[in-house]
């Protein structure tokens, strides 16, 4: 059965018809024209050796070498070598933790470093398996979907970074839910979730939430990374360690009690990392022990492409057009085969042209993680070039775009991510992500109709209705400054009336004193209620 790996490349097909009005208009003047500059018996002469029909079957040979390009970029394959193999499998979600106190080194080289090689060992194990990917902060974030591809995974792992987070923290039950929608909702079974992290948990629903996950017949098995002793964590940015809000320093110790619950309420297992591949033994016999079902996929499919074959056939058709003699070339005609050639160039090296998005994504995360920002934006826009609808390529572009401080490109960036994505949590997150570049910018009322945009898509957007509410605060008080300024300005301009002698006793002004003391001292307290977390700095960042 043939497939076409481009269907969108079938508008190509039009230039076909529109060659032919082309070439029907271009053969009507042509004829009007010479029946105007000379007698009959006189053209026939001068056209003695002029053939018509050839004129036209060079036409015909250069339309059919245009539908054969147009067919060639919709690359039909056809499956070849293909065998339909009985195996046996899970779906697994592999959720890991990728908040800044992954970043202690009481494991060396640091607790996500070991994670990573975990992870990348157990998917090459897991071959008969399909794996997701959830990496979660202070949000959680669906990195992969189910896939039989251990490259793809594999790579995913590789660029998991405390910085694809916007939010920091450790918010575990967000990314149990996170992972548990990527399933199949119609099966009780056959799907687990692999929990890495450190436990340092900053809510109290992860217990809850995976009790609720294991009512849905999904296992959750948790691996601890870290030591009980703890470590200090290691600011990313200067290289000193990391210190609370009130300068004390941060130690991030390993929460084995919070792990071992988790994995207790959802009928899995807890193991504490010490050794790489005992830990991916450990792992991979009890994923081998749960109930299988039979797994296809495509990607076990190997394709027979016809691509290479079209284009060797309009190759040949433009040949034989070229060398074909019915009159002399014009100038335009000749440029039509120049630009033919290029065209037949472009499309013999599809290959190269073709080289998967995901390829310049992986780079531009590579890149991204040096801090390398500038070439990281570069990459990523290499990727939209091939696949202007890669989603991941115009968030993560953004992402470089407003770390290399270039707000502009980085909120078009996000614009085109959001126009990308179907899902409207994915949506909710790069709207998000523009506000957060417009208000570290000090632009408000951007930033306001961005977090608003992402409430709407994502009622549930704890970060951007905290900061939408900040950022109205802000803007409020902004306002009042400015009112407040106004005023002073206008009583400047005003004569001030001059002061009476006061008629108050001594004893009546202590007592107003004080009352205008205690209601300064109750609007304090009302306002240090109200305060809401700073935005810039959360107060657990790790």
């Known amino acids: 059965m043939f497939r076409f790996q481009h269907p969108e490349f079938f508008l190509l097909l039009a230039l076909v018809p529109v060659a032919l009005f082309l070439f029907v208009f271009a053969y009507r003047q042509k004829r009007k024209t010479a029946a105007r500059i000379a007698d009959p018996g006189l053209l026939q002469f001068l056209l003695r050796n002029y053939s018509s029909g050839l004129y036209k079957l060079k036409f015909v040979f250069l339309a059919i070498a245009l539908g054969l390009l147009a067919l060639a970029a919709v690359n039909p394959r056809k499956a070849s070598s293909f065998i339909k193999v009985s195996r046996n499998g899970v779906d697994v979600m592999i959720v890991l933790d990728v908040s800044k106190s992954m970043l202690a080194q009481d494991i060396r080289p640091s607790r996500l470093e070991r994670a990573k090689q975990f992870c990348a060992k157990l998917i090459d194990k897991l071959n008969n ?48 839910q996170m992972a548990a929608s990527g399933f199949n909702q119609q099966e009780k079974k056959y799907k687990t979730i692999l929990l890495i992290s450190d436990g340092e948990d900053h809510d109290e629903e992860a217990v809850k939430t995976a009790r609720e996950l294991a009512n849905q017949g999904i296992i959750i098995n948790t691996i601890g990374i870290g030591s009980p002793q703890g470590s200090i964590i290691p600011d990313e940015n200067t290289g000193q360690p990391k210190t609370d809000k009130d300068g004390n320093l941060v130690i991030s110790k390993l929460n084995e009690k919070e792990l071992q619950t988790i994995a207790a309420a959802a009928n899995g297992s807890y193991l504490l990392f010490e050794n790489t591949d005992t830990a991916v033994e450990a792992i991979g016999s009890d994923i081998s022990r749960m109930d299988q079902r039979p797994v296809t996929d495509d990607s076990l499919t190997n394709f027979f492409s016809f691509a290479v074959y079209l284009l060797a056939a309009a190759l040949l058709l433009l040949l034989v057009e070229f060398f074909m003699r019915e009159n002399r070339q014009s100038v335009k005609r000749r440029t039509f085969k120049i630009s033919t050639g290029v065209i037949i160039f472009l499309f013999s090296h599809l290959h190269v042209l073709g080289q998967p998005a995901k390829e310049w994504v992986r780079k531009g995360n590579e890149a991204y993680e040096k801090k390398d920002f500038a070439t990281a934006s570069r990459y990523f826009q290499k990727a939209l070039d091939i696949n202007p609808n890669m989603a991941v390529a115009a968030f993560n572009k953004g992402n470089a775009d407003y770390r290399a401080k270039r707000t502009d490109d980085a909120v078009a960036s996000y614009d085109a991510a959001a126009n990308r994505m179907k899902d409207p949590v994915q949506k909710s997150n790069s709207y998000f992500n523009k506000g957060v570049v417009f208000q570290n910018n000090n632009m408000l009322p951007e930033c306001i109709d961005a977090y608003k945009d992402a409430l709407i898509l994502d009622p549930h957007n704890e970060d951007a209705r905290q900061n939408l509410q900040k950022a109205l605060q802000e803007q409020q008080r902004q306002q009042e400054e400015q009112d407040r300024k106004k005023e002073q300005q206008k009583n400047k301009n005003q004569t001030p009336p001059k002061p009476k002698p006061s008629q108050m006793k001594k004893q009546e002004a202590l007592d107003k004193l004080k009352a205008l003391e205690q209601q300064e001292k109750d609007l304090q307290d009302k306002l240090h209620k109200a305060n809401p977390a700073s935005i810039s700095r959360p107060e657990k960042d790790w």
Request: net charge neutral.
């Open 129 to 176: 398996d399909r794996v997701g990917i959830v990496v979660f902060a202070g949000r959680a974030y669906l990195q992969m979907p189910l896939t039989s591809d251990p490259v793809a995974a594999k790579m995913y792992i590789n660029t998991a970074d405390p910085g694809q987070i916007p939010t920091q923290g450790t918010v575990i039950s967000s990314a149990l």
